[in-house]
């Protein structure tokens, strides 16, 4: 059944007039007497008495008005339902962080979106692999270190770029120079960074790569997750690391960190996908970052 015949035939009910329905369901006056005649065939009766010039209800009408209206006044309630939520869609911003966001102003600079943009409500989750979120379109956007998942569906903002160092401790031989190569440091005993689940962080992959290409195995001494652990390590001349350069922190005592040579650097991106529709303040996000960053969209792995 056409709803739209119930929605004529309740307005009939209640103003009792073929001229201030058809008014106010925008229509005119032949159309509304033909949707009603639909009606009563669809149904097997008459509704309405016409022998006189005023609409007059029967049984049929009287008994059929109010499943009509609850049926009417539940499409009404379903529609704002829906549009409450698109309402929210739109306002909300659904963004999906890697812990290594942490090292380059993460937190700040949605904390400067949301405080130039208080309308925008923010639902930030922080994991390992967010790049699987965007794709399954769980987040709008995620920032994420280089890595194989990202692909030519998702647009990608260059945000920031960090390089390798190797840290040493304070009284190693080769703490006072300025850049070492892979070869200078063959020999060394060395701390990898992983995750809580055994993966290696992208700087540790970088540089066993750096490993495998200049012909050797090195020298692993310990495997650990929290960046201060492995400073403090160093420190205490467990080995030497390296690391992303922002992820050292700035109070780290004990330690020298040397460039490394020829300069291997990473890439911090802001990612979204290409196809999806975006709401308003995924569209005011992108602008921010856009003005923030300085630069435009990116599809081509640096």
Not at 243 to 258: N, S, Y
Request: charged share 25%.
């Amino acid at each position: 059944m056409d709803l739209k015949l119930l929605q004529e035939f309740v307005s009939l009910v209640e103003t009792k007039s073929f001229q201030e329905t058809s008014e106010l369901m925008n229509i005119s006056q032949s159309a509304l007497t033909k949707h009603i005649h639909k009606l009563e065939d669809e149904l097997g009766v008459s509704l309405f008495d016409r022998s006189t010039r005023s609409v007059e209800l029967n049984e049929y009408s009287r008994a059929y008005y109010p499943y009509a209206k609850k049926m009417t006044d539940l499409y009404e309630e379903s529609n704002t339902m829906i549009g409450t939520l698109l309402s929210h869609g739109e306002n909300t911003l659904r963004i999906a962080l890697t812990p290594a966001l942490v090292h380059y102003g993460g937190v700040e600079i949605l904390s400067d979106f949301s405080r130039q943009h208080p309308g925008y409500q923010l639902e930030i989750t922080e994991q390992p692999h967010v790049v699987e979120l965007l794709v399954s379109q769980k987040c709008d956007f995620v920032f994420a270190m280089e890595n194989d998942s990202m692909d030519d569906r998702m647009t990608r903002l260059l945000y920031k770029v960090d390089r390798l160092v190797v840290v040493f401790p304070a009284s190693h031989s080769l703490a006072a120079l300025r850049q070492v190569t892979i070869d200078q440091i063959r020999k060394e005993r060395f701390i990898l960074h992983r995750n809580s689940s055994g993966e290696l962080h992208l700087e540790s992959r970088k540089f066993i790569q750096l490993c495998k290409e200049s012909g050797f195995k090195p020298l692993v001494a310990a495997n650990i997750s929290s960046i201060s652990t492995i400073v403090k390590m160093v420190s205490q001349e467990q080995g030497i690391v390296i690391l992303h350069r922002d992820h050292i922190p700035e109070d780290a005592e004990g330690i020298f960190c040397a460039e490394l040579t020829p300069a291997v650097q990473s890439y911090i991106y802001a990612l979204y996908l290409n196809s999806k529709q975006m709401p308003a303040a995924c569209r005011a996000f992108r602008a921010y970052l856009m003005q923030t960053i300085n630069q435009g969209p990116d599809r081509t792995a640096e």
